[in-house]
């Protein structure tokens, strides 16, 4: 049996407005726009709080851990890299402190802009605070909303824990698959 080994996906360059955003501290701190990647037409559509660290020292793109428990669980799901693009609530990776409701305020924009653009079939929200942003006067957490379907926008949706968090927790990487194989079925079926 081999070992499982990730893959770099594709990123996708922002556009001029968010590549010059200045809607919050982040552009400060920031070293670039992370916009998103993968398959640009994809049907499924993952979103994540913010980008993490890219290139190792030497400059060079790598999977990190929370890529590779993602594509892991996809892959155990039967969902294809082809089908995915992945992007962020944050459009630049966080390196110190920062006011974290300002920042995602400023980058919603960004993130509606995205989905009305990519008009995906699928959302997939990893993690507490995806679920709390785009549920915000509700008492959102993934455990309540992990495991069946919901729409955000119109969209059919389903949420799960961070790959960070089932990195950290092995034991949540069953419901981190069932709930990603309850959007490579829907995938599957057609029912874009």
Not at 17 to 25: D, L, N, R
Not at 81 to 98: D, E, F, G, H, T
Request: proline share 7%; glycine share 8%; charged share 25%.
């Amino acid at each position: 049996m081999t070992a499982f080994k990730p893959e770099i996906l594709r990123e996708e360059a922002p556009p001029a407005f968010a590549a010059q955003c200045q809607g919050c501290e982040l552009a400060r701190q920031r070293h670039r726009v992370v916009w998103g990647e993968g398959n640009q037409q994809a049907p499924i559509f993952i979103l994540m709080d913010n980008p993490g660290a890219r290139e190792d020292k030497e400059g060079h793109p790598f999977v990190c851990g929370t890529r590779e428990t993602l594509q892991l669980g996809m892959k155990e799901a039967g969902l294809e890299l082809s089908q995915v693009y992945v992007s962020y609530l944050l459009k630049c990776r966080p390196v110190r402190a920062y006011d974290k409701p300002l920042a995602r305020e400023a980058c919603f924009s960004h993130l509606r802009f995205q989905l009305e653009e990519k008009k995906p079939c699928i959302l997939l929200g990893l993690g507490n605070i995806v679920v709390q942003t785009l549920y915000p006067e509700q008492e959102a957490d993934v455990k309540g909303y992990r495991g069946r379907w919901h729409a955000y926008e119109g969209i059919p949706s389903v949420f799960s824990y961070h790959p960070l968090a089932v990195r950290r927790r092995p034991v949540l990487m069953k419901y981190f698959v069932q709930d990603l194989k309850l959007v490579a079925e829907r995938n599957k079926a057609g029912l874009c």
